[in-house]
């Protein structure tokens, strides 16, 4: 028999993701729904914007928003970045709090301890990239947060490996209030397919540029047309630098970057819609953006 949807004991709400920058809060989002809906890089501060995440199962519905990462900055652009986190707390039922077990960001995880203890939301703690430490050292590692926060439940993970994702879905799930779905079963995200083109165009230039051009880089699709008949999108995009020089290194030689950057991201798009892909890249100079509010906005942020 098909599961009752309206059974008076489904559970489902919101979870904000917390955590210093690189600890692998999107890694360990995409592990749980199973697909890639969020970038992610070696480099901090991937994230930018408050990406939603459904899991659906038949007894309940998570609703996760991963967040930038938390960090100190006095460049405009970051600290508009770390409200975006910290708002996004606001909204949900239950807080993951992510941290690195093979490395701990003193400064940012003071700054998110702290506002952790102004608020009464039910936290969880996953102690993420367990694979990178020994198996005896993980018991410390927990005392230790222990002692800092009132933590509902405290979780090892893998987000490389899936290792106890089930053990934490079921952490979370336990302080789920009642209440029916709130997305349809069989949505994963209610970003715009657009949107997702353009992080997909922008994962691959922080995988693939070094320095300062990641962080000096945003991008915005155009426009991006299905022609369903014969199966294809056409997108127009513009990555935005904020100096010449930025835009001769993503460029590169003959423009053997940008083409990297093109079909890399042509890939995954593909992948994404299940559909062939036509990508136009352009880079276009926005004299120091990050530092501009107007700018910021229009860029989508
Ligand atoms: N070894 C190992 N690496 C991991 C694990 N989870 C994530 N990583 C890596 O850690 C890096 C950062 O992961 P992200 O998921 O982008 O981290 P994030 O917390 O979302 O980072 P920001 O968006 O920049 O705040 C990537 O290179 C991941 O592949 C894990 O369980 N084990
Ligand atoms: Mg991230």
């Given amino acids: 028999m098909q599961e009752n949807r309206i059974d008076s004991n489904y559970r489902s709400g919101f979870v904000a993701i917390a955590g210093a920058p690189n600890v692998g809060k999107s890694s360990i989002l995409n592990h749980m729904i199973g697909e890639k809906i969020a970038i992610t890089s070696k480099k901090p501060q991937t994230t930018r914007n408050r990406i939603l995440g459904i899991v659906t199962r038949p007894s309940f519905q998570l609703v996760f928003i991963d967040t930038p990462g938390i960090h100190k900055s006095s460049r405009l652009f970051n600290i508009r970045i770390v409200d975006v986190a910290l708002s996004a707390w606001s909204d949900t039922d239950i807080i993951l709090f992510v941290v690195d077990a093979s490395c701990s960001e003193r400064e940012s995880e003071e700054i998110i301890v702290g506002n952790l203890k102004g608020q009464e939301k039910p936290v969880v703690l996953a102690v993420n990239k367990i694979d990178l430490i020994k198996k005896n050292a993980r018991a410390a590692i927990i005392e230790q947060w222990a002692a800092r926060y009132p933590f509902k439940a405290m979780i090892p993970v893998s987000a490389r490996h899936g290792t106890h994702m089930k053990e934490l879905l079921e952490a979370m799930r336990l302080l789920l209030p009642i209440g029916p779905p709130l997305f349809p079963e ?8 657009r949107l997702i083109a353009a992080e997909l165009i922008r ?11 990641p962080y000096s880089s945003a991008v915005v699709v155009d426009s991006y047309s299905a022609e369903d008949e014969k199966n294809l999108i056409k997108i127009r995009a513009t990555i935005h630098v904020e100096q010449d020089s930025q835009k001769g290194i993503i460029i590169g030689k003959k423009g053997s970057k940008l083409k990297a950057i093109g079909e890399q991201a ?16 352009f880079v276009r100079v926005q004299k ?13 942020y």
């Fill in 266 to 281: 042509r890939k995954e798009i593909e992948h994404m819609a299940g559909k062939k892909v036509f990508l136009d890249l």
């Fill in 203 to 213: 994962e691959k230039i922080f995988r693939l540029t070094g320095q300062e051009i």
């Fill in 288 to 300: 120091n953006w990050s530092r501009d509010a107007k700018a910021i906005e229009r860029l989508g």
């Fill in 186 to 193: 069989d949505s994963l995200t209610d970003m715009p397919e």
